[in-house]
């Protein structure tokens, strides 16, 4: 929102300089973005009137002007049209400079001797206008022209948060200061002399969509004559980023920034009929907005028509065939209120971020329509030489009244930590205009322009702002542990994070809407939990899964430069419901060059690469190992996909991705992704480790190499060393995978390394070689393998 200091000062008293406004603004909620000069300086432009206007002898164009500038006159060769004698006029004297950079001095003109120029508005920075001079209404001759005008002003911009939509306003800022000040609003005094034929006589209203519209107002005024707006109004237009169009037009927008209501003024002569009838739009309904741009409307956008055709698009734009023009002499004066969501619905499908769309979308006062329509109708009579109707032609079935609420003061208090007495909390209120009734709970009547107060904690965060952040004591309560307790699912995703972050894994946080039609080509079919209202079909429905996001995510940064790729979500996918269940999982990304080794040579990382690191985060949390059973449930999605199976349960898929999905998202090396249903796995999960002490005796280590199967799983054969429970053995693990042609037809090659030690002895050899022997032959014994020995 943006205005001026000099416009502020009209609505409240106040005596702090505008820097030192802004600051005070800031702290009760509302950031000043920036505070600059509203208009450039004009030093030695002054204002002159006309007295004699000549031809130019030697120029048809051009004319010749006497003017006087109280003590003394000038002349001057004028180019403008509009010039005529008896109008008072911005003059720039000879040695002034103009804020286009233009330095005005002595000029022969065709062989007349010129001192100064009669500016234009565009000339002086204050306007569009260039066609012709600027006139001005009245003025003292000879003044300078910044302090007739009062130009020295500064713009005030407001960055203001979703929830304030009664700051959308100058009322609604004054409010703010004079809360601040302890002062009291200064509203523009309406006298309105109305005509006496009613209104209702010639226009009638009807909505037949009381939940889009439940209040509709206008106003009818005749005899109009367009014209340009004075300064006065431009100045404030301009203060506030518009730009100043036509009497009509500007009261419209001048009243929609005083009140924060919008208005709509129709050709009343070009409306079609006296019949306004509001209705939703019928689907591929078609109508030109202001803009000049043919609209294709659907029924959920919301139509101002005459009883028959679209004349505006509620809320947003008005229509081409009904807008104000040179020629119209009767105006038709909207006030209403529309629904919010159906104007954002609209607003954001057809791009039309307008003034008025943008109130009504946050939400504007739906009793404010009958002050803004007298005091457009003032405005109109008054600069416009109106003719207004008597009364106002309100459709309002339903009146809203004030919210009604309860605050006990000892809560204020409690929740602040500061010592806030009920009165001072009564005083706070009321300089908001809310009224409060005393008593040991006080009673609050919120008004209606404060749409975002309904409940008992938005009092207190009024009473906070008004008492001051700042005056709210910083203190530290000895109550409690120093450090809180975290929940186990806390506690787990901690020490989930520190076991992949030190595994190389940074983690990612992924968008939880996604595209159905990406979902399905992926494999997971529907039904998905939509959304009601999405911004697009692409982010249309909540995840399923985490594995299109994350692969998604991983893609675009190896496009972007970044060869290795390990990340991980901890977060939650959705499944339709009302409302939808939510669960969560973990993703887990990997695509990558392989952690170097002192054994190895540079290469890609592989799948086992992630089903280790698989190992170690099911190590770490179950203490048991993870199964990978192949399985194919995503054949578009996966080239190789594996079910991960712990304590008889499928806890997750892993697998890699197919060509295809690894082209689509531009990944340069191979992508392996993995995803656990984590509420699962964590109630399979134990304690942390406990600490064991270790043994003061040295191990003995022994190595087994044994040909197997093709088709025999290595995590058969691993599960069968751990349920053999031999006591000697601490550990063991698979170092070496080979299938080539040496191995021989439909076989494998396995090396395995096994350590062996005693908590009570040293051991031998023999001991270490006879358990050896005891754990081998099991294997052999068991899947038929053979043991290469040496």
Not at 267 to 274: C, L, T, V
Not at 433 to 447: A, N, Q
Request: charge should be neutral.
């Amino acid at each position: 929102m943006q205005t001026s200091y000099k416009w502020l000062l009209e609505w409240v008293d106040f005596s702090f300089p505008p820097q030192e406004l802004a600051e005070r603004l800031l702290g009760i909620g509302l950031a000043v973005e920036t505070v600059e000069p509203l208009f450039p300086k004009l030093d030695g432009v002054l204002v002159g009137r006309v007295e004699l206007v000549e031809k130019h002898p030697e120029a048809d164009r051009l004319s010749v002007c006497t003017v006087s500038l109280g003590l003394e006159k000038k002349r001057v060769v004028c180019g403008a049209p509009n010039v005529e004698s008896g109008q008072k006029v911005a003059y720039a004297p000879a040695g002034s400079k103009l804020p286009n950079g233009a330095q005005i001095g002595f000029a022969n003109i065709r062989g007349v001797e010129s001192a100064g120029m009669i500016c234009s508005e565009f000339e002086l920075g204050l306007g569009a206008d260039k066609e012709g001079i600027m006139v001005l209404d009245s003025g003292v001759v000879g003044k300078r022209l910044a302090d007739e005008l009062g130009l020295e002003d500064w713009k005030i911009s407001v960055e203001l948060t979703p929830n304030r939509p009664d700051c959308l306003s100058v009322a609604g800022i004054a409010r703010e200061i004079a809360a601040l000040v302890g002062g009291k609003l200064k509203r523009p005094k309406i006298s309105l002399k109305e005509a006496e034929e009613p209104a209702s006589r010639f226009v009638s209203v009807e909505t037949a969509e009381r939940e889009l519209c439940p209040r509709y107002a206008a106003r009818l005024v005749r005899k109009l004559k367009i014209g340009p707006s004075p300064f006065w109004l431009k100045k404030k237009l301009i203060a506030a980023g518009m730009r100043p169009i036509n009497n009509v037009v500007d009261v419209t927008n001048l009243v929609m920034l005083e009140f924060g209501h919008p208005l709509h003024a129709f050709d009343f002569q070009r409306f079609g009929s006296q019949k306004v009838r509001v209705r939703r739009a019928k689907e591929g309904e078609k109508l030109v907005t202001l803009d000049g741009v043919e609209r294709s409307l659907t029924s959920e956008d919301l139509l101002i028509t005459n009883g028959q055709a679209g004349t505006a698009l509620a809320g947003v734009m008005g229509g081409r065939d009904s807008e104000i023009s040179d020629g119209t002499s009767q105006v038709l004066l909207e006030a209403a209120y529309f629904d919010p969501r159906t104007i954002r619905r609209t607003r954001k499908r057809l791009g039309l971020a307008t003034e008025s769309a943008i109130r009504f979308e946050k939400g504007t006062d739906i009793n404010v329509p009958p002050l803004a329509l007298d005091r457009s109708a003032q405005l109109l009579s008054e600069l416009a030489g109106g003719e207004v109707l008597s009364g106002i032609v309100d459709a309002y079935p339903k009146p809203k009244e004030p919210t009604k609420l309860t605050l006990r003061p000892l809560l204020v208090s409690q929740i602040l930590g500061a010592e806030i007495s009920s009165p001072e909390v009564s005083d706070y209120l009321s300089r908001l205009e809310m009224s409060v009734t005393p008593g040991k709970e006080l009673s609050v009547i919120v008004p209606t322009f404060r749409v975002d107060i309904k409940e008992e904690a938005d009092l207190v965060e009024e009473v906070a702002r008004l008492y001051g952040y700042d005056r709210i004591p910083s203190l530290q309560r000895g109550s409690g542990p120093l450090a809180p307790r975290f929940s186990f699912f806390e506690a787990a995703a901690d020490r989930l994070r520190e076991l992949l972050v030190g595994s190389g894994f940074s983690e990612a946080v992924t968008s939880p809407l996604g595209n159905p039609k990406v979902f399905a080509k992926a494999g997971f079919a529907g039904p998905y939990a939509a959304l009601a209202n999405p911004l697009s079909e692409e982010l249309s429905v909540l995840r399923p899964t985490l594995l299109v996001s994350l692969a998604d995510v991983a893609g675009r940064n190896q496009a972007g430069g970044n060869p290795s790729v390990r990340m991980f979500e901890l977060s939650k996918t959705f499944r339709p419901g009302s409302p939808p269940e939510e669960g969560w999982r973990l993703g887990l990304v990997f695509s990558s060059a392989a952690a170097l080794h002192w054994r190895e040579k540079g290469r890609s990382a592989d799948f086992y690469d992630l089903a280790g690191i698989l190992e170690k985060l099911f190590a770490r949390f179950l203490h048991q190992p993870v199964r990978l059973t192949p399985r194919e449930s995503l054949p578009g999605f996966f080239e190789r996909e594996f079910e991960l199976i712990a304590g008889g349960q499928v806890l997750g898929l892993s697998g890699e991705l197919s060509p295809e999905w690894t082209k689509e998202l531009h990944f340069k090396k191979p992508c392996f992704l993995a995803e656990i249903d984590w509420e699962l796995f964590l109630k399979l999960a134990g304690p942390e480790k406990a600490y064991h002490p270790f043994s003061r005796f040295p191990a003995v280590e022994r190595d087994a190499a044994l040909v197997a199967p093709l088709e025999l799983l290595v995590s058969d054969i691993l599960d069968e060393i751990r349920n053999a429970k031999e006591s000697l053995l601490e550990s063991f693990e698979l170092f070496d995978l080979y299938t080539g042609p040496q191995a021989g037809e439909g076989k494998k090659s396995l090396a395995l390394s096994f350590r062996y030690r005693s908590a009570e002895k040293t051991l031998t050899d023999a001991e270490a070689d006879a358990a050896h022997e005891r754990l081998v032959g099991r294997l052999v014994s068991r899947f038929g393998l053979v043991w290469r020995r040496q």
